[in-house]
């Protein structure tokens, strides 16, 4: 566990709450609904829960203040004009969306971000959604990051 000088107890210092997930490999997309991202590997994990097989989500174990950041790399079927998203989702609804036009028929990428009051036993996940056609997120490119801040 790593330790970080987030305030302190009683003297002491509280435990760094941080982590960053990935998808294991490319994401096949179906356009135009939004997708849940399947988050698989943790690149690192402090104090966070983890459900990378089945619900693909991460949870608070401790209430607090968090910044939470999502990154979605879109590599095919990218049109000028296209509409591409990244959603932060709380506890199953959206709490924040990040959003681009494409200028062109190349990659893009979405970046979201937020500063959020956590309970413990909140749960984040992060979504996706493009226009007009499928696409396929490009995991060496793609992740959740969270990090408590006060």
Known sequence: MSFGRLGSVGGGF??????????????????????????????????????????????????????????????????????????????????NVGRTHASSSSDASVLVTDILSLAAGDYIELWANKTNSNSTFYAANCYLGINAVG
Do not use: C, E, H, M
């Open 14 to 95: 509280l435990p760094a709450i941080n982590g960053r997930f990935i998808l294991s490999g490319d994401q096949a997309y179906t356009a135009p609904s939004p997708a849940k991202l399947n988050i698989a590997t943790a690149s690192f994990n402090n104090g966070l829960t983890a459900d990378l097989v089945t619900n693909r989500r991460v949870t608070i174990i401790r209430a607090g203040i968090y910044n939470i950041k999502g990154l979605v790399y879109f590599t095919s079927g990218i049109a000028s004009g296209d509409i591409l998203q990244a959603f932060i989702y709380k506890n199953g609804s959206s709490a």
